[in-house]
């Protein structure tokens, strides 16, 4: 049972960075995927970004191409979301999450563990 947290959440101006970091307890975390995820009020649960077991295949949402950046280090266990030309929308909830397979996915539902999230706030 990989168990998950998320840190690093938090107010930031638009244009401003933020870095978020998810934490894994439990597990082999170097074996799977990651991914992170928001929810804004309201609406669905979407993809932001994964990252495979190794680090060599990434993955990003069209809207955040260009401005977010995922990492990870296997030794520490963590999975980093680099945030940068933060926009109000991009205000929501985010989360991690563990896939249990050999490829990452933008599918939520194919993601086996979740933290519990993060909140986001980006003023204009």
């Known amino acids: 049972q990989v168990q998950l947290v998320e840190s690093g959440g938090g107010l930031v101006h638009a244009g401003g960075s933020l870095r978020l970091s998810c934490a894994a307890s439990?597990?082999?975390?170097?074996?799977?995927?990651m991914g992170w995820f928001r929810q804004a009020p309201g609406k669905e649960r979407e993809f932001v970004s994964s990252?495979?077991?190794?680090?060599?295949?990434?993955g990003y949402a069209d809207s955040v191409t260009g401005r977010f950046t995922i990492s990870r280090d296997n030794a520490k266990n963590t999975v980093y979301l680099q945030m940068n030309s933060l926009k109000p929308e991009d205000t929501a909830i985010y989360y991690c999450?563990?896939?249990?397979?050999?490829?990452?996915?933008?599918?939520?539902?194919?993601?086996?563990?979740w933290g519990p999230g993060t909140q986001v706030t980006v003023s204009s």
């Open positions: 999450a563990a896939r249990v397979s050999r490829f990452w996915t933008n599918t939520p539902s194919s993601y086996d563990y």
């Open positions: 439990r597990g082999t975390f170097s074996n799977y995927p």
């Open positions: 990252i495979g077991p190794s680090g060599a295949n990434t």
